[in-house]
């Protein structure tokens, strides 16, 4: 990868994008240096301009940018890193730098709260109460919150038929882990179906 650190005094701009759900969560700056830390040990790695020093992101947090692909732009000078981020990114404690409304992408960060809650089981968890049930009552959950949806459309409320829907895609989202599978084994049967 041959990038230009000539155009910027020496700094190219990255913008930091979440692997999952491809939502932009900050933009920062590298020069060389920070770029072959970055690349070395797969934590993002930027140059601060305030501090006027190498700055890895998370290092006083423990919320890490743990980095899954870089890409570089057409004019050799803006990189796009795909990341796994490690708790909040931005110092304000929210997921992103960028204030939206509400995150588009939270059902990938069900699954991943799904996946957590298969790993670290807890006696509180609902997650946990359905698993402990086994596949078959799981699978009959999906089937009940499909019918449930059914109705709500033909003869309830639009509200209802949020929650409903809600409901559905959540009892998916565990039976999919129950099955070793993702939302994105999903969405590329999808995008193969649709090609």
């Given at each position: 990868?041959?990038?230009?650190?000539t155009?910027?005094n020496g700094l190219?701009?990255?913008?930091?994008?979440?692997e999952?759900?491809?939502?932009?969560?900050?933009?920062?700056?590298?020069?060389?240096?920070a770029?072959?830390k970055?690349e070395?040990?797969?934590?993002?790695t930027?140059?601060?301009?305030?501090?006027?020093r190498?700055?890895?992101?998370?290092e006083?947090?423990?919320n890490f940018?743990?980095?899954?692909?870089?890409?570089l732009d057409?004019?050799?000078?803006?990189?796009?890193?795909?990341v796994?981020?490690?708790?909040?990114?931005?110092?304000k404690g929210?997921?992103?730098?960028?204030d939206?409304?509400?995150?588009?992408n939270?059902?990938?960060q069900?699954?991943?709260?799904?996946?957590?809650?298969?790993?670290?089981?807890?006696?509180?968890s609902?997650?946990n109460?359905?698993?402990?049930?086994?596949?078959?009552k799981?699978?009959?959950?999906?089937?009940e919150?499909?019918?449930?949806t059914?109705?709500?459309?033909l003869a309830?409320?639009?509200?209802d038929?949020i929650?409903e829907?809600?409901?559905?895609?959540?009892?998916?989202?565990v039976?999919?882990?129950e099955?070793?599978l993702?939302i994105?084994?999903?969405a590329?049967n999808?995008e193969?179906?649709?090609?």
């Open positions: 990868m041959k990038i230009d650190f155009k910027s190219v701009p990255v913008i930091i994008q979440d999952q759900t491809l939502e932009v969560l900050m933009l920062g700056y590298m020069n060389e240096e770029y072959q970055t070395k040990e797969q934590k993002v930027f140059f601060s301009r305030t501090k006027n190498l700055w890895t992101k998370g006083e947090s423990g940018l743990n980095v899954r692909s870089i890409a057409c004019d050799n000078d803006t990189l796009l890193i795909k796994k981020p490690v708790g909040a990114t931005c110092h929210t997921r992103s730098c960028f939206t409304d509400f995150n588009q939270f059902i990938f069900l699954e991943n709260i799904i996946n957590d809650r298969y790993k670290n089981p807890s006696a509180k609902y997650v109460s359905l698993r402990e049930k086994g596949l078959n799981i699978a009959q959950k999906v089937g919150e499909g019918v449930e059914v109705i709500a459309a309830e409320t639009e509200t038929l929650n829907s809600s409901d559905l895609l959540f009892h998916l989202l039976l999919l882990k099955k070793g993702s994105n084994d999903i590329k999808l193969a179906r649709h090609q």
